[in-house]
């Protein structure tokens, strides 16, 4: 059975930065590409960060400069780190694992970006 351990979120200052860990069990994690989603009310799930099972690295337009994602395959995790938050960062984020046609999805952690 997968399972996703989110942590992080939460309240925060604009201007702050975030930090969100996402711990995964059930999987092969080094031979997943792990990262993070993200979800606003109205909105379509985008892209934040994913990095590879081989460490590329891919960010979304709107985190670009300003995010870096880490994983650590011994402890099965995944870490997001945004800086300069603003109200636009406000939305539901997802962890996700993917390995070829098999991709899984954690529950969702609420970050709220207050002014």
């Known amino acids: 059975q997968v399972q996703f351990v989110e942590s992080g979120g939460g309240l925060v200052q604009s201007g702050g930065s975030l930090n969100l860990s996402c711990v995964v069990s059930?999987?092969?994690?080094?031979?997943?590409?792990v990262g993070w989603y993200r979800q606003s009310p109205g909105k379509q799930r985008e892209l934040v960060a994913v990095?590879?099972?081989?460490?590329?690295?891919h960010y979304g337009d709107s985190v670009k400069g300003r995010c870096t994602v880490s994983r650590d395959n011994l402890e099965h995790e995944v870490k997001l780190q945004i800086y300069s938050l603003t109200s636009d960062d406000t939305a539901v984020y997802y962890c996700?694992?993917?390995?070829?046609?098999?991709?899984?999805w954690g529950q969702g952690t609420q970050v709220t970006v207050s002014s």
């Open positions: 996700n694992a993917v390995s070829g046609y098999t991709a899984y």
């Open positions: 059930g999987i092969d994690f080094s031979n997943y590409a």
């Open positions: 990095i590879t099972s081989v460490r590329s690295f």
